[in-house]
């Protein structure tokens, strides 16, 4: 079982959006099955960041691997409420809850 | 004196002469602006419904560049192809002769009874706005125009050849290049190459403006056409760009064909454009409406000969805009409906551009791609129509594509209106005021996004997965937006934060029922 651990900080908007899939992208194709993102240093979430942790879990999920998120701000809370993004995607509220579920 | 009264009474006719045209065309195409445009959508697929219509067009409206906006509207709305348009256009220039050729021929008396009936027709005629009327203005512009000739006709004789103008039209009669030149910009000025040949007409047929150097005038004005044409389509883009490049090259084209069969006829002594004409012509000012006529001719012969690399060069220097190829359906062609299951195949493809732009749609609502996706889904709904049949044929259809054909109607009628809610709620978002209200727009615009671009992937790839997150992620938000309508209860321009609230989850209903549908499209396979 091999663990990673993202934590995205800032804005991750269109122009941020391709930076954190090479990142994620790196993550899942070196082996990893249990991924978690910590978001405790985001801000704010675009449609662009919602579609990257999706195709994340979808790649894990293919691969018998998990994905958890964790520590939203409330801002990017109301937008995964929103977007229903928090239905589909396993959200935890600190870390080592999520770490806890993962394992 | 008679110089100056020559001068005067030119003048003034020239002046009731672009009053009238002015007029003409203003009556004709609030009269005929509408049919024409019916018919040319009914029917503009046949050559001969393009030819007589370009003609009749470009005799009553007596503008190309009228019809050439006409035209771009129609390109623009997805009712004529360019491939229609073009051809159109260079037949309403040939029908502008028909002015040159009235404004050489004696039509006195027929001004004097179309003057005399129309002006006390609207004398006595009150009612306003009435097609008759309307018909009658016409009538009286055409007679102003007429008018305006005879005066200028008459201005002219007055002229003594020893007088400065007279003069002057010797010089410019004797010296091909200044006569070209002369006739390029007076039809900048004019905007119209008919109008310069008419008033060419009458110093040429009492010799004032020697014959061969008014046919240069002509052909000058030709040309000067198609750069009024380019300059007045500077800022155009797209379809338009196009459409005017197009009435500059083909005046180009027809141009350089008659200035070489006069280059060729001067050096060689061959009896070809000059000689042709006088054959077939009595007297200068007719022989002048020939060489006009000879210019549009000219033009659509290198249309018809060389339209395969014109529309080319066009498409390369003038590409269409975003929203005009959007609504140009990609994959579905008529041909296709013999064959059902291709047919459904190819037009689920086509709905793939539709779910393509909501997202786009959404962080930029622009008018003209939503009316570009309106025509486009109208153009899938024609064609799975055509599919669908009479009732016989549809009774011919086995019930796994009869089933796929319902589903992709109801497909189609669901993104029409997912669009218009998506482009909707964009524009609601612009108008949010700053603050708290501007943070949630924001992130109901994220939301819905993420939303839209699922369904977009469940669309392209129509695996139960897909269609089942879209499923999940599309369920009811009511409690989620009744909070935040709560929250902006006391927000500035409540309306618009209500509009934008409901549209969200009116959208998001939306593509639930798309997802349903596309679930059930994929168990009818």
Known sequence: MTETILMPAGRLDTAAAPGFERELIAATASGCDRLLIDLANLVYVSSAGLRIFLVAAKRLRAGGGRIALCGLQPQVAEVFDISGFAAILPVYADRETALAALR | MNALLG??????????????????????????????????????????????????????????????????????????????????????????????????????????????????????????????????????????????????????????????????????????????????????????????????????????????????????????????????GASARGSQRQLVLFQGLTKLMGVVVLVALIVAEDVTGWPLLIAGVRAVAEGPGRQLAFIYLACQVAALAGYFLLARPIRRLLTAVAPPLPAESLAVPQFIYDAAVGDADIALTLAEKEQTRVTGQLAPTLENPDHAITSGIERLTEEIERFLGSIAGSGEDTAALPRGELDRLVNLRARNEVLRVLHDTVFQFGLARGKMPPGEAATLADALTQGLGAVLMCADDAAREPEAANIELVRQISSDRSTVVDAMRRRLVKAANQETVYRMTSLFERAVWLVQRYAMLLQAGQADR
Not at chain 2, 58 to 86: C, D, K, R, Y
Not at chain 2, 166 to 195: D, H, N, R, W, Y
Request: glycine share 12%.
């Open chain 2, 7 to 232: 001068v005067a009474s030119f003048f003034g006719g020239l002046g009731l002469f672009f009053t009238g045209i002015r007029n003409l065309s203003a009556t004709m195409l609030q009269l005929g602006g509408r049919p024409l445009r019916k018919a040319i959508a009914a029917h503009g697929g046949r050559p001969g419904v393009v030819a007589i219509a370009g003609t009749v067009a470009g005799a009553l409206l007596q503008s190309t560049n009228g019809i050439t906006f006409i035209l771009v509207s129609m390109v623009s709305a997805g009712l004529l192809p360019m491939a229609t348009a073009m051809p159109l256009l260079l037949w309403a220039n040939f029908g502008t002769s028909a002015l040159v050729i009235l404004a050489s021929i004696d039509l006195r008396l027929v001004t004097m009874v179309l003057l005399g009936v129309s002006g006390t027709w609207l004398f006595l005629d009150r009612k306003a706005g009435t097609t008759r009327r309307q018909a009658m203005e016409a009538a009286l512009a055409l007679a102003m125009l007429f008018l305006g000739l005879e005066l200028m006709h008459s201005g002219t004789m007055e002229l003594e050849t020893g007088a400065a103008v007279a003069e002057v039209m010797g010089i410019v009669g004797s010296s091909p290049p200044i006569a070209f030149l002369v006739g390029l910009a007076v039809t900048l000025f004019t905007q119209s190459s008919s109008t310069t040949t008419i008033i060419a007409v009458s110093p040429s047929q009492i010799g004032l403006l020697p014959f061969p150097g008014a046919a240069l005038v002509v052909i000058g004005a030709s040309l000067g056409s198609g750069f009024s044409a380019i300059l007045m």
